[in-house]
């Protein structure tokens, strides 16, 4: 078995618990609310807004004998730069306050997840960074087109609305075939389990994200 099978084989019972998340469901039937869809754009800009500089850092820790995951790196790079934009404008085109939003603060559950991929390079394996890549990057290809055409189809909104959502649904099936490339080089049992290791937990965080976000507006509508 490839590594990259086993790491889907061995993170499947924590990717279905991400998928069972309720708001998730319920946003691949468009059965959010347009509010809600604001609240996961917002949380969305404060963790894509590290993704490059999170690259950076995994790649300025890399030994020269890494020298061809720095490069893969560095396309990466070039291919998600400025993606935090494209969220805010999303923000602004259903009627929210981007500016507020870039100049405001995460929910607890997104600067948790954000903190621990900058741990785990710096104090950890800075190779488990890519176990970020693989749960983000995954979870796009499985949800992210079907929930934007369905939010799209309740709301009325415009396809620039879903800028974010729809670029990233076709564009990370790509990446998932980049990633798996990548992984499969991987030689190092190290190596190996760390990236393992913060799948698992990314998981867990990214969808603390999601249940957040659900509870906080649930949590307005009472009020």
């Keep these: 078995m490839s590594y990259y099978d086993e790491l889907q084989a061995q993170t499947a019972d924590a990717r279905q618990s991400l998928m069972n998340v309720a708001l998730i469901q319920r946003a691949a039937r468009g059965e959010i609310s347009q509010e809600e869809y604001i609240a996961f ?10 993704t ?9 820790r890399l030994s020269s004998q890494q020298e061809w995951l720095r490069e893969a ?8 730069t400025g993606h935090q934009e494209w969220v805010l404008n999303d923000i602004a085109t259903c009627g929210g306050d981007a500016e507020a939003v870039r100049n405001g603060q995460p929910n607890l559950s997104t600067e948790l997840m954000v903190a621990y991929a900058y741990d785990t390079i710096a104090r950890g394996n800075p190779l488990g960074f ?12 499985a949800v992210a087109t079907q929930a934007a055409r369905a939010i799209q189809k309740t709301h009325g909104l ?35 389990a760390a990236i ?17 976000v659900e509870s906080r507006c649930s949590s307005k509508e009472v009020a």
């Design 158 to 192: 415009p396809n620039k609305a879903f800028s974010y959502l729809l670029s990233h649904g076709d564009l990370d099936i790509g990446h998932v075939d980049f990633f798996k490339g990548l992984m499969n080089r991987i030689e190092s049992p190290q190596d190996k």
């Design 196 to 212: 393992l290791h913060s799948s698992r937990v990314m998981y867990r965080l990214y969808g603390d994200i999601f249940r957040e």
């Design 52 to 60: 490059v500089p999170l690259m950076m850092a995994c790649g300025s």
């Design 130 to 141: 890519f176990g970020m890549v693989h749960v983000l990057e995954g979870t796009s290809t």
């Design 73 to 80: 790196i560095a396309e990466y790079i070039e291919e998600e």
């Design 41 to 50: 754009l917002t949380q969305a800009y404060h963790h894509v807004k590290h």
